[in-house]
């Protein structure tokens, strides 16, 4: 425990430390050994010695090796996850909101959501899949795994939305209220603006979780593959460090996501502070 | 609400209960033919290949599960009650986080190089005259499965039990440090009741994770072992829809049952919600 005040710190601080550290290398050591052995040299293998230092495997990509369609299932994937970020903050917002006031079906709702969510996932895409044949309607991308992503991203916007709402401080909307605002200028003007960064996390997750989902896409996606479907393709007939580039690749764009999230929100944050407005921290 | 609802309703309820009603649907050649046969179940329950899948499945669940728990408690213990200032805290639990924001199957096939029979491992192993030969069990085996898993899921377990620790008032820790309780009584009486929200939690998403899995099993053992979901993915891989889907059911219910247990002992909405 750290104790205000004592100097010394305990025994099991350094014990803890170490532990820590340990995990952090376990997180993160076997996937810094892919992104250097992409890197490959033109003759070089799944594994070490590196022979040579090349960027032979990322252009191995974009030619027609074996590798599939990449730069179509890219763009599918990313248009995809934009879709699905969209549609996931408007209307896990609004549900959070929604969850403030118990009503009619409220723990009919959370337990859907979190059963959603805990579904494994290619039985959800089993059922998904099931429902487009049935309707007589060819699944794709954009419109069966877009659905069963939802299954997936929804309740998380949901759970986040909690998260949020339980550290926002009510009175902010009071006193918009009492001023004489009306419900959406409340809403656009006060409640909005004070939840942006819980709305940002909201939609990293959005991006993210969509742009890598692949358990639930996998039966309803039709007849042209999202990226993870084409990298699960490859891990079953691609032995080259192409399968590592392709990884490193889409590694990047997450760590783009995730940079672009992370800055806005810190910026958001910091500009709070400085403008001495603490409406967010609801202590 | 209404969209939220009616988008699960939509793309979990209705689809659900398709996979419950083919699954009491027949199945020739190339066909399935609407009706209600119990085939399905019965040639389920009567293979013992099932049983197998079960057990082996729940064994990964339960070893990792407790992998995962011990690893989620004292991450997020030595970050929220040893780490200051809040900024410096705030990174660490980023740096935990952030590969839960990046591809599953690429974290998945990064062990490959890593525990390989000239892998890493293996390398520095041999190096440092450890071994003579390099350490076979290490790839394609249970081993590489549990590893995958631990590696892949214990965030799922270190977001929730981090956000009940942080959430503790540290002055009923104050309180019982002055009334003289030592660190582990502190941990024992005040710390784990207190994150039980978290550890529930974060039990069920690790518990529900795994027993859903098909791809780490399927390529981290080398097709030596198999789980539940991979035995149903290669049925509907040949379009085996009705015998899937009784599978599929059997599967929920489960899991299920799994979940129902952890929130009969926590009541997380009431926790989560306020």
Redesign the interface.
Known sequence: ????GSRR??W??YG??A??TL??L??????S??FI?SFQGPTGG???PMNGVSLHWFSALFGQQRTGDFAGSFTRSIVLAVIVLA?TV???V??GL??RRR?L?S?L????????L???????G???G??FQ?LGIKPSWYSSAL??Q??WT??FG??IM??VF?RFNPAYEEAARDLGARYWQTLWNVVLPILLPGIIAVA??GF??SY?E??RT??PIGSRNTL?LE??AM??NVTSPA??AL?TL??AI??V??AIA?TSIALIQRRRTRRGTRADAGD | MAPFASLLLVFFGVPLALVVVVSFFDLDQFDIIPTFVLTNYVELFGSSLTYTLYANTIKYAVIVWAITLVIGFTVSYFLVFHVRPFLLQLALFLLCTVPFWTSNVIRMISWIPFLGRNGIFNQSLIALGIVDQPLEFLLFSDFAVVIAYVHLFSLFMIVPIFNSMARIDPAVIEAAVDAGAGRFRVIREIVVPLSKTGIAMGSIFVVALVMGDFFVVKIMSGGQSASVVLAMSNETAVLQYPPAAASAVVLLLVVTAMVVGILRIVDVRRELAG
């Open positions: 425990m750290l104790r205000p710190r305990p099991t601080f803890l430390a532990f820590f995990y952090v376990f997180l993160y050591g076997p996937m050994a892919i052995l799944l594994t070490f549609i408007v209307v896990s609004m549900a929604a969850f009503f079906g723990t709702v959370f337990y859907m959501a979190i059963f959603s805990i579904i494994p996932g290619l039985l959800l089993l059922g998904v099931l429902m049935f659905g069963a939802l299954t929804l309740p949901l759970l909690f998260a339980s990293l997750f993210t979780l890598d692949f358990p996998l039966i993870p990298i699960w891990t079953t399968l590592y990884g889409t590694t997450s760590f996501a995730i992370l």
